[in-house]
């Protein structure tokens, strides 16, 4: 069920996850809208990569309602696998199946039941020219550098086209020549493609760089979330502000 | 020329006349071995998989009785399967057809699934277990199911999975006491590989036991040789 283009794509209500008895996240309200680049930013042990695994499905949350593209699926109540299909993360570090980089990218089409077609063919040689690995189709995923193994990695969740792409600090421990160009891969996708991306990171020079809103998180909780340009420029709360001045030791 | 030489001058020319009750010996073994790996492969991977990837209730016991099947000495599980088929046994007194009965291959073919399984199934355990755990994290998030993550795990542990398999097959191609209590070494019925060769070499026929070894041998090396192909396709 698709809901109008105008409502959000994901509301987060109440949403809650506690791991051993101990809540790491607590989200009262959080609306993610179709096309934005989101970006989430905090020390670590803020409850990001937990909020990125409910947005996925991978995870329920202890307590709350979770709405997807008008549909809500509320704790315990399980999430099909059709609407986890519609969305996919990128992790901080890519772990790639030990084959060919071509198979790594068709393996999310060919467990929608993607046959080996011609279209299929095109569509993870047309994805792999958009991250610049043609020449490495045939290589051995064990071969790759870290940077190009990050690419496939976006490239395999970039060919299922998902309804949101979340990517989990997807350049940490990067080279500068492999973010940069991770950058324009994930900014090209937003504008060519409309893609909602949530992003986290803990980088806030990236997150300036990438991000329609930005949203800060400390101890489980969203302290302030707002546009990209006055999130840093302007913050409303002293912690956001800390944050952004680099003051908040983590 | 010594024993060995004419034993083995012997062997060969047994294999090369194609002497009708060495071959007949060979494809018993193999009946029951194949049979044997087939049903311990169709129930122990699936179990090392559950034992490896899942966490429930009961799970500690059922490892250490995984392992302890895998140091269970052969003739032992041939005596338990002796006495649960025995007529008076607990499985053997009872009237259903498919109960396998003492001295047919089917008794053989049980005892040595009891043997092998536990060879596939801790295996494939310590295989699936030694796969990255970000592994299933990050095939869900491409959309796989629960069927589909273990697939991918179980694909990625592959050479493991298939070291298990040959563990299993070696652990009852070779095995002698088992069949001998189950089997009875029965000429035309129940006669296989390992139990020839004790009976020929008794009886002075090395010529016989050594051709009969050489198969084993044969089988051996073939095994080596495809899970060394395997592993090496694997990390191509």
């Known amino acids: 069920m698709n809901s109008a283009p105008s409502e959000p794509l994901y509301q987060l209500r109440q949403v809650s996850k506690v791991y051993n008895g101990r809540q790491t996240l607590a989200v009262d309200g959080l609306e993610i809208a179709r096309g934005e680049v989101l970006a989430l930013v905090g020390p670590s042990g803020a409850g990001k990569s937990t909020l990125l695994r409910l947005l996925n499905f991978l995870e329920e949350p202890t307590a709350g309602t979770i709405r997807f593209d008008g549909q809500s699926y509320s704790a315990g109540q399980g999430v099909p696998l059709r609407a986890r299909r519609r969305v996919t993360t990128v992790f901080q570090r890519p772990v790639l199946l030990q084959r060919t980089v071509e198979a790594n990218v068709a393996y999310g089409l060919r467990l929608r039941g993607g046959r080996q077609t011609a279209d299929l063919a095109q569509r993870v040689a047309r994805t792999l020219e958009e991250v610049g690995l043609t020449a490495m189709a045939r290589a051995p ?32 421990n990067l080279d500068p020549y492999n973010v940069g160009l991770i950058e324009q891969i994930v900014q090209r996708l937003n504008r060519e493609q409309g893609a909602t991306i949530v992003l986290v990171t803990h980088n806030v020079f990236q997150a300036h760089r990438l991000a329609t809103r930005v949203a800060l998180l400390l101890e489980g909780r969203i302290v302030e979330v707002a546009g990209a340009e006055r999130f840093f420029t302007r913050p409303q709360d002293p912690r956001t502000a800390a944050f952004v001045r680099g003051d908040m030791v983590y | 020329m010594g024993e060995l030489g004419q034993g083995l001058w012997d062997a060969l020319r047994l294999l090369w006349l194609g002497d009708s009750a060495l071959y007949e010996i060979v494809g018993l073994s193999l009946r029951v071995s194949g049979i044997a790996l087939l049903i311990s492969t169709l129930i122990g991977i699936p179990a090392g998989a559950a034992l490896g990837l899942v966490r429930f209730v009961g799970r500690k016991p059922a490892v250490a009785l995984v392992y302890t099947g895998m140091a269970f000495p052969p003739v032992v599980i041939g005596l338990f399967v002796y006495i649960l088929l025995s007529r008076k046994g607990p499985l053997g ?73 040959v563990a299993g097959f070696g652990g009852i191609i070779s095995e002698v006491g088992a069949v001998m209590l189950v089997g009875g070494n029965i000429e035309g019925q129940t006669r296989v590989l390992t139990t020839a060769i004790v009976l020929e070499t008794n009886k002075g026929n090395f010529g016989l036991a050594l051709a009969l070894g050489l198969f084993l041998l044969s089988f051996a090396f073939l095994t080596n040789f495809v899970i060394l192909r395997l592993q090496g396709r694997s990390f191509d």
């Open chain 2, 93 to 165: 007194s009872l009237p259903w057809e498919w109960i396998p009965r003492l001295f047919t291959p089917q008794a053989m073919i049980l005892a040595q699934v009891i043997i092998a399984f536990p060879l596939v199934a801790g295996f494939t355990m310590t295989a699936v277990m030694g796969v990255d755990p970000s592994l299933r994290l990050q095939v869900q998030a491409l959309g796989a199911s629960r069927w589909q993550t273990t697939l991918a795990v179980l694909e990625e542990a592959r050479t493991g999975v298939i070291a298990a398999v």
């Open chain 1, 141 to 172: 995923a064990r071969t790759l550098s870290g940077g190009e193994a990050q690419r496939v990695a976006l490239a395999r969740a970039m060919v299922l086209a998902p309804d949101a792409l979340l990517l989990d600090e997807p350049t940490a």
